[in-house]
């Protein structure tokens, strides 16, 4: 095994070469001044000179994750938009298959005072509900990447309703056509 206390002193060293060139892309810098001391042509690689930073920083984050996110689970009930999928009617039991280490769904987080995901989805699975949240690809470079759910979708009595309204909170409740019962935080 190579020795892990190189490489706080390697990305110090980085640094100070990037400083003293802060126009270069992390690409340049390193085909400029590591891998071929600046020289140019057939012995450097175009995509890694001309790789904006961006990119390259994405590549680092989905490199690094403890595991792939599971977006192929959401396509059925989702819409892309931008930067993140508007997902809406997910079963509790696909829900369950997106449970995992980030940037998937984690059983035990809460959002904007909700109860946690696994809450939520073992709620939807008591009363015959589905969950409706939204999905912020890894790819879309942004930190904050996750699947996370804000509203659930019951079907239950109004007393029922009622009474889980009281314990959980929610910012809006309403009952929908179909008569489910919808909880959402925000």
């Known amino acids: 095994m190579r020795e892990p206390n190189r490489i706080p002193v390697i990305c110090a060293e980085l640094q100070k070469l990037w400083q003293k060139y802060p126009d270069q892309r992390l690409g340049q810098i390193l085909e400029n001044y590591i891998f071929n001391s600046g ?34 689970l959401l396509k059925p009930y989702g819409e892309y938009d931008k930067d993140y999928f508007h997902i809406g009617k997910v079963p509790p039991e696909v829900a369950e298959q997106l449970y995992g280490d980030w940037p998937n769904l984690s059983a035990e987080e809460s959002f904007n ?6 809450e939520l989805v073992d709620l939807t699975k008591q009363y015959n509900g589905t969950l409706s949240g939204y999905c912020i690809p890894v790819e879309s470079g942004r930190e904050d990447a996750r699947i996370s759910f804000d509203a659930i979708y019951l079907k239950c009595t109004k007393e029922e309703a009622q009474k889980l309204k009281r314990k ?8 929908k056509a179909d008569g489910s019962y919808r909880f959402w935080w925000d």
């Open 113 to 118: 005072n909700s109860p946690t995901m696994k």
């Open 39 to 72: 020289q140019r042509g057939d012995k450097t690689s175009v995509a890694l000179f001309y790789q904006e930073d961006d990119i390259t920083y994405k590549a680092m984050i989905k490199e690094n994750m403890p595991e792939k996110q599971k977006l192929e």
């Open 168 to 175: 959980y909170s929610p910012d809006e409740f309403d009952r």
